[in-house]
T-cell receptor, first 114, second 109 residues
């Protein structure tokens, strides 16, 4: 597809359930980012991949959060034992390379933990 | 204190007015700067990059003041379609963008 694709668009999880969020970046984009956006806030950085290498995971809020990009294209963000405070929109972005280039965002996955 | 700060607004201005937002950043090592637009329940989309010399794109003008560590966005002759949240973003060269909270703008007819 032409843009960054994320699935599912919406996810309702019961507290304690594990969830997996998928991101399909723009074909050929080297860099992939995950952000968390709470209501009324700007996106907060979670983690960054360059190809299959996870170069920065400093924004992951706890060890319940795990991300992977095993083949350097599709990425999955997994949240284990979800808590209510995990409710947010999870945005994926990709760039052709890192650094100062435009980041293209997917439409996000809206996660609601009940 | 957050690394990138914006006045969340909301700003309510009449159609045709000029409106300006500022965004301050705390890390002097910041290298590149952007304004993103985010419509309700949509993803952020790049509005414009901000260059040291300032840059203009139609009704939109962005400026960078490195000495005072802020960037600004000016919208002239505002349109109803300009209603959105405007996010400033800063890149420290560490391959990630740091966003402000966003400024919510509503243009009224």
């Amino acid at each position: 597809g032409a843009g960054v694709s994320q699935s599912p668009r919406y996810k309702v999880a019961k507290r304690g359930q594990d969830v997996a969020l998928r991101c399909d970046p723009i074909s050929g984009h080297v860099s992939l980012f995950w952000y968390q956006q709470a209501l009324g806030q700007g996106p907060e950085f979670l983690t960054y991949f360059q190809n299959e290498a996870q170069l920065d995971k400093s924004g992951l809020p706890s060890d319940r959060f795990f991300a992977e990009r095993p083949e350097g294209s599709v990425s999955t963000l997994k949240i284990q034992r979800t808590q209510q405070e995990d409710s947010a929109v999870y945005l994926c972005a990709s760039t052709p390379s890192g650094g100062n280039t435009e980041a293209f965002f997917g439409q996000g996955t809206r996660l609601t933990v009940v | 204190r957050k690394e990138v700060e914006q006045d969340p607004g909301p700003f309510n201005v009449p159609e045709g007015a000029t409106v300006a937002f500022n965004c301050t950043y705390s890390n002097s090592a910041s290298q590149s700067f952007f304004w993103y637009r985010q419509d309700c329940r949509k993803e952020p989309k790049l509005l414009m990059s901000v260059y040291s010399s300032g840059n203009e794109d139609g009704r939109f003008t962005a400026q960078l003041n490195r000495a005072s560590q802020y960037i600004s966005l000016l919208i002239r002759d505002s349109k109803l379609s300009d209603s959105a949240t405007y996010l400033c973003a800063v890149n420290r060269g560490a391959q990630k963008l740091v966003f402000g909270q966003g400024t919510r703008l509503t243009i009224n007819p």
